[in-house]
Each structure stands twice: as C-alpha cells, then as structure tokens.
C-alpha cells in the first residue's frame, strides 16, 4: 500500500473513531441497545395478538385475550418517548462520569413531561367529535411519535444539569451525618429547581405566544426531516454502504449504523408495530426489521452468502476452514470470525460484495414492499434469528417475504462467488511469495 494511501486510511481510521466515541451519539447506542428487549418484546405481543390469538379464538375470549398483549403495548411502545428520555440521560451523565446518573435520569424525564401540553384533545370511545381534556398525558405524547422530542430533551436538560450542578455555591451540603442517598438528593436540590424551572418557562411562552408545545415543534420540524431523509431508500443505503464500508479499515460499523441509523429505524418500526396493532395503514417501508432481514444475512456484509459461496467454489483451504469454523454463528448473524479470521478487514477482494450485497437485500426487498409483493416489515425481531425465519417474523408471516430473502441469499452467493475466486488466486500468490 502506498504511502499517500496509508495516510488516507490513518486518517479516516481517526475520523471513524472520533465520531464512534463523540459521546452524544454513544449515548444515544447505549440507550437504544437497552431499550431494545422492551420493543422485542412488544412486536412478540403484537404478533401473537394479530396473527395467533386471532387463529385460536374469537369473540369475548379473543378480545379477553388480547388484553395481555394492549398493556404490554402500553408498557412498552406507547411510553417509547419517556423510556428513552430516562436513559439517554442517565447514559449521557454516565458518560460524562457523572457522579448521580439517576438524577440526570429523572430530570430528562420530569423536564420532557414538563414540555407537553396540559390540554389536549381526545375522542372519547363511541363519539365522533375530539373533546378538550386537561391534566392527562395521552399515549400520542407519551409513545413513539414524541422519542425525538425525549432523545433532544434529555440531551440538553442532562447538559445543563451536569453544568449546573457542579457549581459548588449552588450545592446544598447537608455534613456527613446524614445518609448519603439524602446527601445527593440534597446537593443537586438547586439546580434541579433551576433546570425545572427553566423547561417550564419555555413551555409557558410557547404555549402562550404560539399556542404549540415543544413535542410538537421537534417532532414537525426536526425528527421528521431527519428521519425521512436518513431512512428514505437512497439516505439508508447510503448511510448501511458506509458503516459496512468501515469494516474494510477495522472499524465497527457500529459507529455509524448504531451511532446515527439504527435510532431513526428504531422509531420507525415502533410506528409501524404501533400501526399495525390498531389495524392502520403501516407507515414505513425502511425500518430495523427490513434492514436486518434482507441486509443483516449472517451479519454484517450479508457474509452467510460469502461462507456459501466458499463451499461452492473456493479452493483455498484457509478460507474453506474459516468457513466451517464460522457457519454456525453466522447463521444466527455473529460473523466476527468471518471479518477478522476470512478476513475482510483489509481485503480489497472482499469491498465490492461486502458493501453490494447488503444494499442490494435492502433496494430489493423494498421494491418487493412498495409493489406490495410482500408485507413490510411490523414486528421488531432479535438480529439473531437466522435467514428465512427472521422474514417471515418480521412480516407478521408472510411466506412470501421467505420467498425474497431465499432471492436475495441465492444472489449474494452468486455475487460473492468470483470475488472469491479471486481472493483464492490473492492468497495462493501471497504464499508463493513468503516461500
């Protein structure tokens, strides 16, 4: 490798890096893979609501029944925006080594309740026209609509708490004699009635110059732009390219799929989870599920395809190795032995499949949903399940979404195979040359 090349990579390597630890966007990694099992979990009660229940019963036992999976929904989904709001902050403080993250965590929280209106208008059960009610938190403000609005609150009411509270005239310091939980509690007494305050300030003069409130200005101004340019078909296929991109230079492509993607498709699964259990048009076709199915195939760089296509023509008996060594996890996407021991880190052999075959998986499985071959995706599965199931899940089981995913596996293998090829004749080169 040249030396102008080996500057550019160091230099992006750097760049890489920098962005994966720039300590918002971690936080923000951390929080959504802890709220993760929450949203799993409600796609499960969603699926078996829909699709099982509806199978076995009906009638008063069927809507007894689905009462199970409506309060989980509730547990879950419809308090998306107060979960993630808690624990970006929380994660925030933690990372900013924040002696209290708990409390950071209850002022994210009490500061975005603190930014939703106190009227709002409902239609109560059995009638046509939205009444006025006050001194209520609907579940429209409280779930997946306001996430956005929790994610901005929490980081900036978390900043300015941290900033606040290591001011030290403005610590309460109650003497060691008391029990240190109501030492803490005391000590950042003042700058939570600070930080209160503050939010409840902006809160009054928007309503009472505007008439809006803060969950509405971010989620019409600033969430919806981002996630529909960041999740529309060209902006994901642009942003997965580039995050699998990062594992040609050893970098995670957690950095810029976890870090910037992976929030926006969150959100937009929990919609559609959310739609299709009230019976609604299902609003987005790009989400985690659709990503993870049809681009996710044995992991990162859909490399199942790459282990096939080594059984089928690759001669080297390195790689034919790693393949059988790394079969097994990579049927349940774990493919870090194929990146590290194939390798692919470093392999210009492997750029073009790697970063091809994922994008390809997502374009034609979204040209599949848009002519509406297949369901889109409305259930959140575990990124582990293994191909061909992980679709039929997601879709709420439609059989044909196995039939896509069965296309997309068959192609990569097809893509992959001369790229293999040609690493074989890479490595028997290499090892004529260290003789």
């Known amino acids: 490798m040249s030396t102008e090349n080996t500057k550019f990579v160091d230099k992006f390597t750097m760049f890489a890096v920098k962005l994966g630890n720039q300590i918002h966007l971690r936080s923000l990694r951390d929080a959504f893979a802890t ?4 949203y799993i979990l409600a796609g499960l009660a969603v699926l078996l609501n829909n699709t099982v229940f509806t199978w076995l019963f009906s009638g008063k036992t069927l809507a007894n029944i689905q009462y199970w999976g409506v309060v989980l929904t509730n547990a879950t989904l419809n308090i998306s925006s107060l979960l993630i709001a808690a624990i970006v902050g929380y994660f925030l ?60 609150t929490a980081l900036i009411a978390t900043e300015l708490f941290i900033k606040i509270s290591n001011i030290k005239q403005l610590q309460v310091n109650l003497g060691d004699s008391v029990p ?23 809160s009054a003069t928007l309503y009472n110059l505007t008439g809006m409130n803060m969950i509405n200005l971010i989620t019409t101004f600033i969430q919806e732009p981002l996630r529909h340019i960041g999740t529309g078909l060209w902006g994901c296929l642009i ?29 937009n699964i929990t919609e559609n989870i959310a739609a299709y259990n009230a019976g609604e048009k299902i609003p987005n ?18 490399t199942i395809c790459l282990l096939l296509a080594t059984f089928i023509v690759g001669k080297s008996s390195v790689t034919r190795n790693v393949a059988k060594l790394s079969f097994a996890p990579g049927l349940f996407n774990i493919n870090e032995p194929v990146i590290f021991g194939y390798p692919i880190v470093y392999n210009i052999s492997m750029a073009v499949p790697f970063v091809l075959v994922p994008a390809l998986g997502i374009l034609i499985s979204y040209i599949a949903t848009v002519t509406g071959f297949i369901s889109p995706c409305v259930i959140q599965v575990p990124w582990t399940i293994p191909p061909l199931l992980s679709s039929f899940l997601a879709t709420a089981g439609d059989w044909k979404a196995v039939l896509v995913q069965l296309v997309i596996l068959i192609l990569g293998v097809l893509i992959y195979m001369p790229f293999v090829k040609i690493n074989d004749r890479v490595l028997a080169k290499q090892a004529e040359e260290n003789k």
Request: aromatic content about 8%; glycine content about 8%; overall charge positive.
């Open 285 to 302: 076709i790009i989400n985690v599920s659709q990503v993870q199915a049809f681009g996710l195939m044995g992991g990162s760089g859909s």
């Open 35 to 38: 709220v993760m099992p929450l």
């Open 239 to 267: 942003l997965y390219s580039l995050g699998n991109l990062l594992w040609l230079f050893g970098i995670h492509q957690s950095v810029i799929y976890s870090s910037i993607l992976e929030p926006l498709l969150i959100i």
């Open 180 to 202: 240190p939980a109501v030492g803490r509690s005391f000590s950042v007494l003042i700058p939570i009635i600070i930080i209160m305050s503050l939010f409840a300030v902006v």
């Open 93 to 152: 403080a933690q990372n900013r080594k924040y002696k209290n993250p708990l409390a950071a965590a209850m002022i994210s929280l009490a500061a975005l309740v603190a930014m939703m209106p106190n009227t709002v208008s409902l239609v109560p059960d059995g009638a046509k026209k939205a009444v006025d009610v006050s001194a209520v938190l609907p579940f429209t403000n409280l779930g997946t609509g306001a996430m956005f609005a929790g994610i901005i």
